[in-house]
Structures are given as structure tokens and as C-alpha cells.
């Protein structure tokens, strides 16, 4: 079986924070780089990988793979998943007027609430455009069938009681055996 081979970014290669300006949610074009079904076409980027400098974008650079007949899928099957592109063959598409356009991130105090705030500043229509904020894997989650129902949840499965030692009888062993060398004046 073949290992997936991942280019290696080195320290200095990687794209300044400064310069960062492609966030989940954003809608990008392919404009160069790639094989030339790809070049021109518009997708909302679906996951960032800033460790390699790319982007992975949704219905663009479409890898078939094939799955190996398993529990969930008996037959196997095959799926369409998207690769990662390289930043610097992305150009960011602008809302208002959609079409591509250069940003650049800048920083400023916020009057009132006196915190420095991040934005984009798109050249071609002279507006900001915020950065999305990420809520982390929590707002990625999807509900399954094998998930805990949420009446368990609540339910209180464990009562302390005097009869079962919250720790195991070794530990115990081991601390009664060190509370009576300390209590005879003996060291650890």
C-alpha cells in the first residue's frame, strides 16, 4: 500500500502571518499553477493547512478515491474528495463586486472596546471584509447514530460509597505503608 507523500514547507517558506488573507467560508479563484481545467474556476474554500501552504477548496481539484469494502461500506466504493491547492495559485474573490481582487490585513484599535481588530482590506472595492472567527471543532460536529443519547447524559451512573475504595488496594497499601514510616520518624 502507498503512502500519501506530503511536501515538506520549510520555516522560512511559510506564509507570514501579515500575509495570510484565505479563511474557511471565503470564496477563492484558481488562477494559475494547476492543470488548465482548474485555472478559472470558484469555489468556497473548505479547509486551511497553513503548515504546507494550502488551501483546500470545494468542488475543485477533485481526487477519486477508492474505498476498500469495510462494516459501513460492504461493497466498497468510490468517492470524490478534494485536494489541497498552494496559496500563492488562489486569488480571493470579492463580495460586493465579485471579482478577484488583492487584500491586504490590517489592524487597529477598536474605540470601544479599546482591542486591536483584524480585518481585510480589499483593493478593488475599497472595503474591509472581517476574518471569520473560529469556533473550533465543536460548530464541525455531526450528530451519528453511535452518539451517547442525551437522556444518559444526565443520568448519574456513579454513587460514592463508604464499602468501595476510590482507589486501588495497592495505592492504599502503599500509602498506609508510607503514613506509618513517617509517623514512626523513619524517611521516604
Keep these: 500500500m502507498t503512502k500519501l507523500i506530503l511536501p515538506k514547507v520549510k520555516a522560512r517558506d511559510l506564509i507570514a502571518d501579515a500575509k495570510w488573507i484565505l479563511y474557511p467560508g471565503d470564496t477563492v479563484e484558481v488562477i ?89 482590506f480589499l483593493k478593488e472595492s475599497r472595503t474591509e471584509l472581517p476574518i471569520p472567527v473560529d469556533d473550533g471543532p465543536i460548530d464541525k460536529y455531526e450528530s451519528s447514530p453511535h452518539d451517547t443519547p442525551k437522556t444518559l447524559l444526565a443520568q448519574h451512573t456513579w454513587k460514592p460509597s463508604i464499602l468501595n475504595i476510590p482507589f486501588p488496594p495497592r495505592f492504599m497499601n502503599q500509602m498506609e505503608r508510607i503514613k506509618r514510616m513517617h509517623s514512626a520518624g523513619g524517611e521516604f
Design 32 to 120: 494559475g499553477g494547476e492543470a488548465p481545467g482548474v485555472v478559472g474556476k470558484r469555489g468556497k474554500v473548505l479547509d486551511v493547512v497553513r503548515k504546507l501552504n494550502s488551501v483546500t477548496i470545494d468542488g475543485v481539484k477533485m481526487l477519486k478515491k477508492h474505498i476498500r469494502p469495510n462494516p459501513i461500506r460492504p461493497r466498497g466504493a468510490i468517492i470524490s474528495k478534494p485536494m489541497p491547492i498552494h496559496f500563492s495559485n488562489l486569488k480571493l474573490v470579492d463580495p460586493h463586486l465579485n471579482k478577484t481582487t488583492d487584500a491586504k490585513l490590517i489592524t487597529r484599535i477598536n474605540r470601544v472596546t479599546k482591542r486591536p481588530e483584524t480585518f481585510r
